[in-house]
């Protein structure tokens, strides 16, 4: 059976037609008749391309199969680019975007000829465009949980500090100085910390940059420790086994890391039992990376908990962006995934295993 190879371009749905060195089309499918609005294919043929497709005065400017001479086609022709071009007549300038191939072959008197196939891919583009629109509205949406997330922490802080001056007011108990100093350097504290979230939302788009110090990593903890069991009522019991000095340093940004480990305690104490006593131990040691061939030395800190332990399905999920297990409480699904965000910008990371009730998380300070 033969098969006309005219008919096998007209079931193209892509634009195919042959041009000649005098830029006239000596070919071509229906789509590209259909294209042109012509109703007959000998309408079509013998008239220059740029005029008959694009309804141009003068050649495309995208056009590039001629040589600088325009006389000739250029040899070896072998194009793959894109363009965008106004719909005709459309008030609102809409643009269609057309994908363009093109070929250099040779007749039967070994003249050059162009095939050039074009494909609209208006759809495909405003798919993409979509896809980017959706994108900056996720990448938002993650922006506003995490700022709500952050800001949870040092608002509850302002607001029991508050609160705590309120019941001694309304008791008409007397406040010292040393009192309200004290309330002053809280307040203080929080609203610090309020403003360090604001300034990384204003710096959203950008690389985030921290100042870095020297921090006593044991101090840090401990600061870690007092200011979670300010904020949560429930019962947490803090077991240290630190196995080096207690004014070891590592070069960080102190409120960062105490927002790491403020972010374990409060994903400890959320997947406890309520009335629950949430233990943790915290192991500080040097250890020796085996993976690496100069077998570098780093600081680790072991973080253990027993709030209940993770499912081995699960375990390789916690670190993603919204996932929680706390469906309809307070978790937003971005503590693990910001304790990890902010340890890779410390050039450190973390790892957890679980067992039982038990979970332990690895943190590697190199």
């Not at 056009?63 to 680019?81: E, G, P, T, V």
């Not at 788009?205 to 200011?227: A, F, M, N, P, V």
């Not at 100069?294 to 027993?306: A, C, G, M, T």
């Not at 910001?338 to 038990?358: C, P, W």
Request: aromatic residues 10%.
């Amino acid at each position: 059976m033969q098969i006309n190879s005219q008919n096998l371009f007209d079931y193209s749905n892509d634009l195919i037609f042959a041009v000649n060195s005098s830029r006239k089309i000596i070919n071509a499918n229906k789509p590209a008749l259909d294209f042109s609005g012509k109703k007959k294919r000998k309408e079509l043929e013998k008239h220059l391309c740029y005029k008959a497709l694009f309804s141009r005065k003068e050649p495309c400017d995208f056009c590039n199969i001629f040589d600088n001479n325009a006389a000739s086609i250029k040899n070896n022709l072998n194009n793959s680019f894109e363009i965008s071009i106004e719909e005709p007549d459309d008030p609102v300038g809409r643009l269609r975007y057309f994908n363009i191939k093109q070929h250099i072959v040779y007749d039967d008197e070994n003249k050059p000829v162009v095939i050039e196939v074009i494909s609209d891919i208006t759809r495909y583009r405003q798919d993409e465009e979509e896809y980017a629109r959706n994108s900056k509205l996720i990448a938002l949406g993650t922006l506003i949980q995490s700022v709500a997330h952050e800001l949870a922490n040092p608002l509850t802080g302002l607001s029991l500090t508050l609160q705590n001056i309120e019941e001694k007011i309304d008791k008409e108990v007397s406040i010292n100085s040393d009192y309200i100093k004290n309330k002053i350097r809280l307040l203080k504290t929080d609203l610090k910390k309020t403003s360090h979230i604001i300034s990384d939302i204003k710096s959203f788009h950008t690389k985030e940059t921290y100042e870095i110090d020297k921090i006593i990593i044991y101090e840090t903890l401990r600061e870690s420790i007092k200011e979670i069991k300010r904020i949560y009522k429930k019962k947490l019991k803090i077991q240290f086994k630190w196995r080096l000095g207690k004014d070891y340093q590592i070069s960080g940004n102190k409120s960062k890391i105490i927002q790491v480990f403020i972010n374990l305690f409060k994903n400890s104490l959320e997947a406890a039992e309520p009335e629950s006593t949430v233990t943790v131990w915290l192991i500080g040691r040097m250890a020796n990376d085996s993976k690496s061939e100069d077998d570098k030395k780093f600081l680790e800190v072991q973080y253990i908990d027993n709030a209940g332990g993770i499912s081995g399905d699960i375990i390789s999920r916690i670190f993603d962006p919204y996932f929680t297990t706390k469906k309809g409480k307070s978790g937003s699904g971005l503590g693990l995934f910001l304790v990890q965000k902010i340890l890779f910008e410390h050039n450190a990371v973390i790892e957890t295993d679980s067992r039982g009730k038990h979970t332990r998380f690895r943190l590697k300070f190199y």
